[in-house]
């Protein structure tokens, strides 16, 4: 848990330079103007600080936030226990946080089985919020007693309401979900082969499947005036593509990247392909250089042309600290401790409203 094992600094300061041109005075507005909230944990508790106010989660000991949403004035936090951070459970226990009121999913959502030898089941690390509707996604897995054989069936919850996606047994492994157009695209590994091995890569769009490619995954889906395009990347040769779903057109990432490209933004007509210690803003190469070491991304958000980053720095025997970022100028840290510490921390989802 090296994001976690940290405590948190209890203040954010917002430290912002004077401007002496209108368009700069109007940044720093526009910036001042947006409230800031970073989720995840401090003395093992989760919790969020809203502009450097710390709220701690309701029944939040033992858990941390791993992704926080603000929307419409509304607050939705997901969690997981800090027990099980690294755990190879079948089955994990994950709560949900909706303006401080804490539900368990294994509750909340419908139709979860009790964890055990008969059943199982999986849930999507990512909550989507939309329109004030929470959906989640994942699996459930129903072992036959009387033999070796096992039934999984794929579906996603939206407000708590199970919807099936799939009960085929030839989908063996879901990729990612998002939803586009009030509609829910999930991505599944399909007619999985071992000698040689292979696989169909493809897609639900609710309970219709399409294929894409073969031997690759889908890592996320981006919409832009010209379509869908899904972020495929072939896990053999580690290629990296767009591809339109519907027309099969590519688009070509960066060329020659400074390392792999892990995770798409688009926002209005700019485009941003992030890695570990870069992004480009279309065709711009930033690379990150940090004087005091923290350049690795973890987070990495855009509203209304301003860039949120959450970023770290690795110190040997420790762990990792990190502090947030908006548009390069630093607004939370977190002090150096002890990996042994045994206050859980860590700074783990950004929101802005």
């Not at 401007?19 to 989720?39: C, F, P, Q, T």
């Not at 969690?79 to 368990?104: A, C, D, F, Q, V």
């Not at 939803?179 to 999985?192: A, C, D, G, Q, T």
């Not at 767009?242 to 960066?254: E, R």
Request: proline share 4%; glycine share 6%.
């Amino acid at each position: 848990m090296r994001n976690l094992i940290l405590p948190f600094i209890l203040l954010l300061t917002f430290v912002f330079s004077c401007r002496e041109n209108d368009i700069d005075e109007g940044l720093e507005k526009n910036i001042n103007s947006v409230n800031l909230y970073i989720a995840g944990a401090e003395n093992n508790e989760a919790c969020y600080w809203k502009n450097g106010q710390k709220v701690v989660l309701q029944n939040g000991n033992g858990l941390y936030a791993h992704q926080i949403i603000v929307e419409n004035n509304n607050i939705y936090v997901f969690g997981s226990m800090t027990s099980e951070y690294t755990s190879g459970l079948p089955s994990k226990h994950y709560h949900l946080w909706k303006n401080g009121i804490r539900y368990n999913l294994d509750e909340y959502l419908e139709d979860v089985p009790n964890p055990g030898p008969n059943s199982n089941f999986g849930i999507n690390s990512k909550m989507i919020v939309e329109n004030g509707n929470i959906y989640f996604s994942g699996y459930i897995t129903i072992y036959n007693s009387s033999s070796t054989l096992s039934t999984t069936s794929y579906y996603f919850w939206k407000n708590g309401i199970k919807t099936l996606i799939s009960n085929d047994n030839n989908v063996t492994f879901p990729t990612s979900y998002d939803l586009i157009n009030n509609e829910i695209y999930f991505s599944v590994r399909k007619n999985y082969q071992y000698n040689p091995l292979t696989w169909e890569t493809g897609f639900f769009k609710n309970n219709i499947y399409l294929s894409l490619e073969n031997n690759s995954d889908i890592k996320s889906y981006h919409v832009d005036n010209t379509g869908i395009y899904a972020l495929i990347k072939n896990v053999f040769t580690n290629q990296q593509y767009l591809k339109n779903i519907h027309t099969n057109t590519t688009l070509q990432l960066p060329t020659n990247p400074p390392g792999e490209i892990l995770n798409i933004i688009w926002e209005g007509n700019d485009k941003y392909y992030i890695g570990s210690n870069f992004y480009y803003k279309n065709n711009t190469l930033v690379q990150i250089n940090d004087p005091n070491g923290y350049n690795r991304i973890g987070e990495f958000l855009v509203k209304d042309q301003q860039i949120y980053m959450i970023r770290y720095k690795e110190i040997i025997n420790f762990g990792e600290l990190a502090k947030v970022f908006i548009n390069n100028t630093e607004v939370q840290n977190q002090p150096i401790t002890s990996i042994g510490d045994p206050n859980v921390g860590g700074l783990l989802s950004i929101s802005v409203d």
